[in-house]
Nanobody, 126 residues
Framework: VQLQASGGGLVQAGGSLRLSCAAS????????MGWFRQAPGKEREFVAA????????DYADSVKGRFTISRNNANNTVNLQMNSLKPEDTAVYHC????????????????????WGQGTQVTVSS
């Protein structure tokens, strides 16, 4: 599976961005998908995840109520709608895909995922 993230950019605090992750591969719709982010000088952190069916969603506490993850298995894309952005949301955002058994406990763990995209930069100005 190859993953291509897009949609990042520069936005003012309070604004919105929509990230997309295009997955290529015959069984891409079988993968659980996640978004992680990494800011300069900080460790990578979990943002959101969605199960292969789209029936289970998980979010980091820092983005709950502001970000929404969704997927379209017909065209193998996963989206992250980000509203009410804050300067602390500034980071490189990566999408990831995994085949393991989905659960809230593992959805936020990076090693649960088998494939990673190259990342897209999100910068939120104050």
């Amino acid at each position: 599976v190859q993953l291509q993230a897009s949609g990042g950019g520069l936005v003012q605090a309070g604004g919105s961005l929509r990230l997309s992750c295009a997955a290529s591969g015959r069984i891409a719709s079988s993968y659980h998908m996640g978004w992680f982010r990494q800011a300069p000088g900080k460790e990578r952190e979990f943002v959101a995840a969605i199960s292969s069916s789209g029936g289970r969603l998980d979010y980091a506490d820092s983005v709950k109520g502001r970000f929404t993850i969704s997927r379209n298995n017909a065209n193998n894309t996963v989206n992250l709608q980000m509203n009410s952005l804050k300067p602390e949301d500034t980071a490189v955002y990566h999408c990831a895909a995994g085949l393991g058994t989905y659960s809230t406990r593992v959805a936020g763990i990076a090693r649960f995922y088998d494939y990673w995209g190259q990342g897209t930069q999100v910068t939120v100005s104050s």
